[in-house]
């Protein structure tokens, strides 16, 4: 079982940055895959970037490629979502989410635990 909690969010201008933080709590965060997705009101919850236990790897979807950084603290157990350049079209509710396997997966029906969600908001 692992329980998540998103923090970080808020209100931004655009260009503007923000730092969203996953902490994790439960056995064995290591071995978690963990993404980010984020909903904006009256669409479907995308997939915005991965990270996977077993390399590192990372994946991002391409709207956010070059201005978004995901990060992991094992030792923290811990992810973080770096976002730069931040425009109106990235406001949505932010969700982490844990999935237990090696990689990282596009699709929230793979993911086993989220946590409540983070309001941002970029202003024009």
């Known amino acids: 079982q692992v329980h998540l909690v998103d923090t970080g969010g808020g209100l931004v201008q655009a260009g503007g940055s923000l730092r969203l933080s996953c902490a994790a709590s439960?056995?064995?965060?290591?071995?978690?895959?963990m993404g980010w997705f984020r909903q904006a009101p009256g669409k479907e919850r995308d997939f915005v970037v991965g990270i996977s236990w077993s390399d590192g790897r990372t994946s991002y979807a391409d709207s956010v490629k070059g201005r978004f950084t995901i990060s992991r603290d094992n030792s923290k157990n811990t992810v973080y979502l770096q976002m730069s350049s931040l425009k109106p079209e990235d406001t949505a509710v932010y969700y982490c989410?844990?999935?237990?396997?090696?990689?990282?997966?596009?699709?929230?029906?793979?993911?086993?635990?989220w946590g409540q969600g983070t309001q941002v908001t970029v202003s024009s």
């Open positions: 989410a844990a999935r237990r396997g090696p990689y990282s997966s596009g699709s929230y029906r793979e993911y086993d635990y």
């Open positions: 439960g056995r064995s965060f290591s071995v978690y895959s």
